[in-house]
């Protein structure tokens, strides 16, 4: 069972274009949730992050849209460039039920190509 | 600078054999997490722990083990490997609490032959 949703699964966008990628969860306990960014031969490394109290954040060109009620969140990246090529990832954690640690669930992932 | 370092980056072994898979992070961090990733599926939890030699099962525990001996050291165990074990592997840390980053390393591209 996919508890996080992640589309599209690719995305092409010119340079200086809005890259979009969509996620949805299915968990209420879920309550942060980051968005990581990974370069080929690179570990994921967090990209920004937003919790369910607010619903957007913002951070340079990059922008959380979350929306508690649909259980929905995306990432905007404003004037995409070739440097933004890379996987991204969506995710969401939780307490796990030990309450001992956090639980980080990821989304399938988005291939992003920025063309010059 | 935050690192975690994991003990090789390709690996390639026969079916059947053990293998090991070590992580090390130098933050003091509690919890860590081993993950593989596969496109198409994300990352998906294989085990975490923490705290020393305590483990928990992730989602996908099947034909791994794992041994956590010190706070910095967290090692993955195929006890007997298979091909459909071939994938990239990665080791996160992070500190308890909400809203706290977890830390990853590079990663270990297992093939299994």
């Known amino acids: 069972q996919q508890q996080v949703k992640q589309s599209p699964q690719s995305l092409i966008v010119q340079k200086g274009g809005i890259s979009i990628i969509n996620c949805a969860y299915e968990?209420?306990?879920?309550?942060?949730f980051p968005w990581y960014q990974q370069f080929p031969g690179k570990g994921p490394a967090l990209l920004i992050a937003?919790?369910?109290?607010?619903s957007e954040k913002k951070e340079g060109r990059f922008t959380i849209s979350f929306n508690k009620s649909a259980k929905q969140f995306s990432l905007h990246i404003m004037d995409s460039q070739p440097g933004d090529s890379a996987t991204y990832f969506c995710a969401s954690a939780n307490e796990i039920s030990s309450g001992s640690a956090r639980q980080l669930t990821f989304g399938s992932g988005t291939q992003l190509t920025v063309l010059p | 600078d935050v690192k975690v370092t994991q003990s090789s980056r390709y690996l390639v072994k026969r079916t059947g054999e053990k293998v090991f898979l070590e992580c090390v992070q130098d933050?003091?961090?509690?919890?860590m997490f081993w993950y593989r990733q596969d496109p198409g599926l994300g990352l998906r939890l294989i085990y975490f722990s923490y705290d020393v030699k305590m483990k928990e099962k992730g989602d996908i525990p099947e034909g791994y083990s794992v041994s956590r001996e010190k706070k910095e050291r967290f090692s993955l165990i195929l006890e007997s490997a298979s091909t459909n074990q071939t994938s990239m592997y990665l080791c996160?840390?992070?500190?308890?609490?909400?809203?706290?980053?977890?830390?990853f390393g590079p990663g270990t591209r297992l093939t299994v032959l």
């Open positions: 996160a840390s992070s500190s308890p609490g909400s809203g706290t980053s977890w830390y």
């Open positions: 968990n209420t306990a879920f309550d942060y």
């Open positions: 933050m003091d961090h509690e919890n």
């Open positions: 937003i919790r369910p109290d607010v």
